[in-house]
């Protein structure tokens, strides 16, 4: 297996006192429930099973999955064999939260064959109200600059609906750059560029930041580069992209007037001709950390010129959710990728590496909530050679 270079530390958990991992289980799972419940229309029996989730929470241990017809569910007992007997709080966060998720999915019966909600997204009117608020102003109809569309894609991140509902107010407001390798992925890049290669988008939200996404998939495209995007493989964390919400998103943009449309038709002709391609994997819905990659995943992205990790669940995976001092060398961690790797994500989450001791105590003392309120950013760049 590969792994980080250094000692790994001990992974966040709810149990850690005082932080954003305890506020998410005890606070922010059930209320998430809670939404579950009053977005969709649940029979009495998928009802009674949301609710009885969110009573779990936080004491009773982890259950293994009970939903036979599940094409995960093998994988999901391999996962929580370590964990026997533990509580949500006692787990680490990674898995409690995408175990959460996935038994969102076992309640509702998303697995089952004749149940009602089978197949349904439980979070489709979040993810429907996230992209009807998406700006398109300011767009023209060629291609975005690399650069613009960059950071397009990385400030997208703040669109985050497990955190934000679409109907709940404003998102987290500002944007403080903290990290900033832009300069050299954009010199990468043009050695891409030279060679048609291909390069993998890892998404994060449907919404507005897939929007962002599909205008720099698009501007990629443009430049004779080949796309492939990873979506989630089943809805989880509210708004993550699943295959559906792109191809949607895309379908949504080609309806829209104004010069949106033009990148929507682009978008389609590069569907079409396998230019651009979605590839899902269940290893990006479970609670495995980046190092923990199964062999064909990794054999598959290491082929990319250029990975390209959206947002703050795939930055936790990368690093395994763990307590990294911020100043940990980003090379030092993430040597094991599979290819060069570019993270655009805003924090929403207490981990962060490759930062100065003296750029952290800047952000500390300007904004105390600096790791968690989706205000600051991070384009981080390594590059992994063969």
Same mark, same amino acid.
């Given at each position: 297996?590969?792994?980080?270079?250094?000692?790994?530390?001990?992974?966040?958990?709810?149990?850690?006192?005082?932080?954003?991992?305890?506020?998410?289980?005890?606070?922010?799972?059930?209320?998430?429930?809670?939404?579950?419940?009053?977005?969709?229309?649940?029979?009495?029996?998928?009802?009674? %099973?949301?609710? #009885?989730?969110? +009573?779990?929470?936080?004491? !009773?241990?982890?259950?293994?999955?009970?939903? /036979?017809?599940?094409?995960?569910?093998?994988?999901?007992?391999?996962?929580?064999?370590?964990?026997?007997?533990?509580?949500?709080?006692?787990?680490?966060? =990674?898995?409690?939260?995408?175990? @959460?998720?996935?038994?969102?999915?076992?309640?509702?019966?998303? @697995?089952?064959?004749?149940?009602? +909600?089978?197949?349904?997204?439980?979070?489709?009117?979040?993810?429907?109200?996230?992209?009807?608020?998406?700006?398109?102003?300011?767009?023209?109809?060629?291609?975005?600059?690399?650069?613009?569309?960059?950071?397009?894609?990385?400030? #997208?991140?703040?669109?985050?609906?497990?955190?934000?509902?679409?109907?709940?107010? /404003?998102?987290?407001?500002?944007?403080?750059?903290?990290?900033?390798?832009?300069?050299?992925?954009?010199?990468?890049?043009?050695?891409?560029?030279?060679?048609?290669?291909?390069?993998?988008?890892?998404?994060?939200?449907?919404?507005?930041?897939?929007?962002?996404?599909?205008?720099?998939?698009?501007?990629?495209?443009?430049?004779?580069?080949?796309?492939?995007?990873?979506?989630?493989?089943?809805?989880? =964390?509210?708004?993550?992209?699943?295959?559906?919400?792109?191809?949607?998103?895309? %379908?949504?943009?080609?309806?829209?007037?104004?010069?949106?449309?033009? +990148?929507?038709?682009?978008?389609?002709?590069?569907?079409? &001709?396998?230019?651009?391609?979605?590839?899902?994997?269940?290893?990006?819905?479970?609670?495995?950390?980046?190092?923990?990659?199964?062999?064909?995943?990794?054999? @598959?992205?290491?082929?990319?010129?250029?990975?390209?990790?959206?947002? /703050? +669940?795939?930055?936790?995976?990368?690093?395994?959710?763990?307590?990294?001092?911020?100043? !940990?060398?980003?090379?030092?961690?993430?040597?094991?990728?599979?290819?060069?790797?570019?993270?655009?994500? &805003?924090?929403?989450?207490?981990?962060?590496?490759?930062?100065?001791?003296?750029?952290?105590?800047?952000?500390?003392?300007?904004?105390?909530?600096?790791?968690?309120?989706?205000?600051?950013?991070?384009?981080?760049?390594?590059?992994?050679?063969?």
């Amino acid at each position: 297996m590969r792994q980080p270079a250094l000692p790994l530390p001990p992974p966040l958990r709810g149990a850690d006192p005082d932080s954003f991992a305890r506020d998410t289980v005890l606070r922010r799972l059930p209320a998430i429930a809670g939404r579950v419940l009053t977005e969709n229309r649940l029979d009495h029996q998928a009802a009674r %099973a949301v609710a #009885g989730l969110a +009573a779990e929470i936080p004491f !009773t241990p982890l259950r293994p999955l009970a939903d /036979d017809a599940a094409p995960d569910l093998a994988l999901w007992r391999s996962y929580l064999a370590p964990y026997a007997g533990q509580d949500w709080l006692a787990v680490p966060w =990674f898995l409690a939260e995408t175990y @959460f998720y996935r038994r969102i999915l076992e309640a509702i019966g998303y @697995f089952r064959p004749r149940s009602g +909600a089978y197949g349904r997204d439980p979070y489709a009117r979040q993810k429907r109200l996230g992209l009807e608020h998406t700006s398109l102003a300011g767009l023209s109809d060629e291609p975005l600059p690399l650069d613009a569309a960059l950071r397009g894609a990385l400030w #997208g991140n703040q669109a985050d609906l497990s955190l934000w509902p679409a109907d709940a107010g /404003d998102g987290p407001g500002g944007a403080t750059l903290l990290a900033d390798d832009g300069p050299a992925v954009l010199a990468h890049l043009d050695a891409l560029i030279a060679r048609s290669a291909t390069v993998d988008v890892v998404l994060d939200n449907a919404g507005a930041e897939l929007v962002h996404d599909l205008l720099l998939a698009d501007a990629l495209l443009a430049r004779g580069l080949r796309v492939r995007l990873h979506p989630r493989a089943h809805p989880t =964390f509210v708004s993550d992209a699943t295959a559906g919400d792109a191809r949607d998103t895309v %379908a949504w943009l080609a309806e829209r007037p104004g010069p949106v449309a033009c +990148a929507a038709e682009r978008l389609i002709a590069a569907l079409a &001709t396998s230019r651009l391609t979605l590839h899902d994997d269940w290893f990006w819905t479970s609670p495995l950390a980046g190092w923990e990659m199964p062999e064909t995943l990794f054999d @598959f992205l290491a082929t990319s010129g250029l990975l390209i990790s959206k947002g /703050d +669940a795939n930055y936790r995976r990368w690093l395994g959710d763990r307590h990294w001092p911020a100043d !940990t060398p980003l090379e030092a961690v993430l040597g094991y990728a599979p290819a060069p790797l570019l993270l655009l994500r &805003t924090c929403k989450s207490e981990v962060a590496i490759g930062l100065d001791q003296a750029r952290v105590a800047a952000a500390r003392a300007r904004d105390p909530q600096w790791m968690i309120n989706g205000r600051w950013g991070l384009a981080q760049f390594v590059a992994i050679t063969p």
